[in-house]
């Protein structure tokens, strides 16, 4: 059984007059399995965002279902929504959202600490956690005190916290320079080797390429996939940007 | 730049601000409103029909100044807060190429248009409510004639001159800071981290000792001299507490980790511990503003409802008379004279009281007095002597005095327990007030000492003094009218200015006071002075309590803005709509009634204060003035809780 299903998903947004409809997503299904690093690549304004925010249960389809180890999502009464969230899910963003007012380890703590769990129970888990991140030596300051690379690092210390199903990313490399979206990616792909499954949604084909499969996304439905299979990194990568220069020029996929 | 386009730009400026520009011009109406009615007041031509003019005019001066400084501080303040939000705004016309110079001309073209609205509106109010604030005064005062608004130019001028002058003063501000900015600094704006608070230890040790003293001099000290002094401590105190104790108590939260790492308070302390860094001085202001409301009300409002029962305790009966020096053989012939004119002019007296005093020149040094039987100095009083007996005649009080003891009725309470007189020291019996002095003793400052008989006797002979020559006091109720009290007072009063005459041999030194001629004559005077004084508490109110909505209106704002961008963070990583609220509720309660709570503490504390304060200007009437207190505050914090819902809703709406 997969990790999650999506099946003809559609969401389509109503202007607040309800005037104009927008189709951000016509029919996407896809499947990811236990374990599995699957990029999402798509242009601005393709849907992805959308997507990503479907299936983080941040929005409700218009159609469709989300299935998270078989269980549809759309299920959950909305007050369960939040607690499914913080125990299920991890979420990495492009603009880090660390919040101000808490010092990075805090910042770290604060899904656990909403979940009720107990302090000690944090200090335990955040230690190898930040060891492995090398973060260890920055959890004392505050978010403005350290470097973009640095703050991505800690907010996928805090996606972790709470060993999520499923890790999820949207854009994380948009906001670094390319020396520490290298390191991120190759953090992404050494927890991805400790069976963390990640969902990552992106534009960069160097940040796609590291993942073991690729989907394409076009006006609100996937248009293609890639699979690694025995491919490099760098031959993926190749790979991708063929196929991304026949999506933003409009042919059809080979 | 086309000067039709300055002004649009002006326009959209004004209409995109507007949750913040809003509140700036009702401010500025509002001031302008309230300083102009007071001026009107100030400088109508018939001002002078009201009794006490000195009084009344002095009072309206005093509130016009006060409304006047409030209102710099409160404009000065919202505009730090307009100029905050719009630094990015004017960054970025910068960067897509709008010079300074028309940022500039822009501003111009702003505060044309704010001191415009703001005086047309206020002057405009101003006339609308002239006739209400006329009506409301003359009712105040109990003025029959009724005073008709009209409208006074140098009252005009001295309202467009000032308020103009303030919105320039803050038109320049704005230039400076915009022309001494680069355009980068500004986009960026409020974006840049803020610092971690420190606790800094100096001030909050600062911080409790200052309302520490302050409070100590309120519970223990006796008021006036000291009082300033204790609020000036008081206000430094508050501020220091807000500004660090606060960040102490919450960093000690924080630190511990079984408390601080739960699902409530692991976001509100840290949410009050950055708020406080930022909020320190509003909330302090707030406190602060709420208290200075709640004092003005509530000694304003107790003064003039009191002004009654001051004036039935000044007058126990229609009529008092004092005889001086009489002896004790013709004694009985003045209190002949007496009956005759109160029979005489028509009237029967009822509930009729006497006794006997010895009334001598004394000096008072504290607790020491020192009878002076020949020679006349500069700061001697009347000091007079009367035994327990004769005192029982009069009020009916058997005080049951043991020799060596002594009661002493004076108009404000004596502090110490014992009073020498000559070489004799008497320990005083403390005892509720018996309305023992007329009117005559509130005024004049007399000491009556009541002794034992034997003790009296012990003084007279220490001073030699005769026993025989003496002072009387008569005091009746009146059935007669009005006019036939009147009468009687005046035939008492008829022979001499301040003589009673029994014959044309035998006449004394007199006074008479009679409630029916007096009453109405002195009961205008404290109307007028308190009444004036309560019109401009009511001035001062609205205007503090103004202060106090506006700053907490723009707290919420700005916090709201702030916050937004933390609540979704935190809706991300998990927290629930009904979390957020909840968390939400949470802090900006705590926040918000925190200034309340330590203003309602501080009355409480002033409390005693207060009350020997209006005890020295002749208030006695304590469970009024406790009922007036205890009403403004429940007022006051139903007004503050409706505005924290008004304003919690902004927030909420700015938040989602």
């Known amino acids: 059984m997969p990790l999650l299903e999506v099946n003809q998903l559609k969401k389509t947004y109503v202007t607040r007059l309800g005037s104009v409809k927008v189709e951000a997503l016509k029919n996407v299904t896809f499947s990811v399995d236990e374990g599995e690093y699957v990029a999402i690549m798509g242009e601005s304004g393709s849907g992805k965002t959308t997507l990503l925010n479907l299936v983080a249960t941040l929005d409700r389809p218009t159609g469709g279902e989300i299935l998270l180890e078989g269980k549809s999502v759309s299920a959950i009464p909305e007050k369960n929504l939040a607690k499914f969230r913080r125990d299920r899910l991890g979420f990495v963003f492009q603009d880090f959202n660390l919040l101000d007012t808490f010092n990075i380890r805090d910042n770290i703590y604060l899904p656990l600490v909403l979940s009720g769990a107990n302090h000690k129970e944090m200090e335990a888990r955040i230690e190898p956690l930040a060891e492995k991140l090398h973060i260890t030596d920055i959890l004392k300051k505050y978010p403005y005190e350290i470097s973009g690379g640095q703050k991505q690092r800690a907010a996928v210390a805090r996606a972790l916290m709470n060993h999520p199903a499923m890790l999820m990313a949207d854009e994380p490399t948009g906001a670094l320079d390319s020396k520490a979206s290298d390191q991120l990616l190759k953090l992404f792909a050494e927890i991805n080797r400790e069976k963390q499954t990640i969902l990552m949604v992106t534009h960069s084909a160097r940040a796609a390429c590291r993942a073991s499969r690729v989907l394409f996304i076009r006006d609100g439905e996937v248009y293609h996939q890639l699979y690694r299979g025995q491919m490099t990194d760098d031959e993926l990568y190749h790979r991708i940007s063929e196929t991304w220069t026949v999506l933003t020029t409009g042919g059809e996929a080979t | 730049m086309k000067p039709s386009f300055v002004i649009r730009f002006a326009l959209s400026g004004i209409w995109k601000n507007r949750q913040i520009y809003i509140p700036y011009l009702l401010t500025g109406v509002v001031n302008v409103a309230l300083f102009y009615m007071l001026a009107t007041l100030i400088y109508h031509s018939k001002i002078e029909i009201v009794y006490g003019k000195q009084s009344v005019s002095n009072m309206l001066g005093l509130g016009a100044w006060v409304i006047g400084i409030f209102s710099v501080v409160f404009l000065f303040y919202s505009n730090s807060f307009l100029l905050k939000r719009r630094q990015k705004e004017f960054g970025l016309y910068s960067v897509l190429g709008m010079g300074k110079k028309e940022i500039a001309r822009t501003l111009f073209c702003e505060f044309l248009m704010s001191t415009f609205i703001s005086l047309a509106g206020g002057i405009l109010a101003g006339l609308l409510l002239d006739r209400l604030v006329f009506l409301l005064l003359t009712r105040i005062l109990k003025i029959k004639t009724i005073l008709a608004p009209e409208f006074a130019p140098k009252a005009l001028l001295i309202t467009v001159v000032l308020f103009a002058g303030i919105f320039l003063a803050i038109f320049l501000i704005q230039l400076l800071r915009i022309s001494t900015s680069r355009p980068i600094e500004l986009v960026r704006g409020s974006n840049t981290g803020e610092k971690e608070p420190r606790i800094k230890w100096i001030l909050v040790i600062l911080g409790l000792a200052g309302i520490g003293a302050g409070y100590t001099l ?79 009300i509530a000694t304003t409002v107790s003064l003039y409802a009191g002004v009654d029962d001051f004036m039935t305790d000044s007058f126990p009966v229609d009529l008092s008379v004092d005889i001086h020096s009489v002896s004790t053989e013709n004694k009985p012939r003045y209190i002949e004279t007496i009956r005759k004119a109160i029979a005489d002019t028509g009237n029967t007296a009822e509930d009729e009281t006497s006794y006997s005093y010895y009334q001598v020149h004394a000096r008072i040094d504290g607790n020491k007095v020192e009878i002076l039987t020949d020679t006349i100095s500069e700061d001697m009083v009347w000091f007079s002597i009367l035994s327990d007996t004769e005192y029982e005649k009069s009020t009916g009080i058997n005080l049951g005095l043991k020799q060596g003891e002594a009661r002493l009725e004076y108009t404000s309470d004596f502090k110490y327990d014992s009073i020498t007189v000559g070489e004799k020291r008497f320990s005083v019996r403390k005892m509720e007030d018996t309305k023992f002095l007329t009117l005559m003793g509130t005024i004049n400052k007399s000491y009556y000492l009541i002794l034992t008989e034997s003790d009296l006797d012990s003084i007279f002979t220490e001073y030699g003094l005769d026993k025989n020559t003496m002072s009387y006091n008569y005091k009746a109720n009146l059935s007669g009218t009005k006019e036939q009290q009147i009468a009687c007072a005046q035939a008492l009063d008829k022979e001499d200015n301040g003589r009673i005459a029994v014959d044309s041999n035998l006449s004394a030194i007199s006074y008479v006071t009679s409630k029916a001629d007096s009453f109405d004559e002195l009961k205008d005077g404290y109307i007028t002075l308190y009444g004036s004084i309560f019109f401009i508490g009511i001035f001062l109110g609205i205007v503090f309590l103004l202060g106090t909505v506006l700053i907490i209106y723009y707290k919420q704002i700005s916090e709201g803005y702030d916050d937004a961008d933390r609540f979704s963070v935190m809706r991300k990583v998990g927290m629930s709509q009904e979390e957020i609220r909840s968390t939400i509720r949470r802090q900006i309660i705590m926040v918000f009634f925190l200034p309340l709570l330590v203003a309602i503490l501080h009355i409480l504390v002033a409390y005693r204060y207060m009350a020997q304060i209006l005890q020295v200007i002749g208030y006695v009437n304590q469970p009024l003035f406790l009922l007036c207190t205890g009403g403004c505050i429940l007022v006051f914090a139903l007004v503050y809780g409706a505005v924290y819902l008004l304003t919690a809703k902004a927030y909420y709406r700015i938040v989602k």
Not at chain 2, 225 to 252: E, P, Q, R
Not at chain 2, 276 to 285: H, I, P, Y
């Open chain 2, 218 to 296: 309120a519970l223990t000290q006796k008021p006036v001299m000291t009082f300033f002094f204790a609020v000036l401590l008081v206000i430094f105190g508050t501020y220091c507490l807000f500004i660090a104790v606060s960040i102490a108590v919450l960093k000690l939260l924080r630190r511990k980790k079984s408390f601080y790492y739960k699902p409530g308070n692991f976001t509100a302390v840290s949410g009050m511990l950055y708020r406080m860094k930022q909020n320190g001085v509003g909330l302090a202001s707030i406190s602060i503003l709420s208290a200075m409301v709640l004092v003005t």
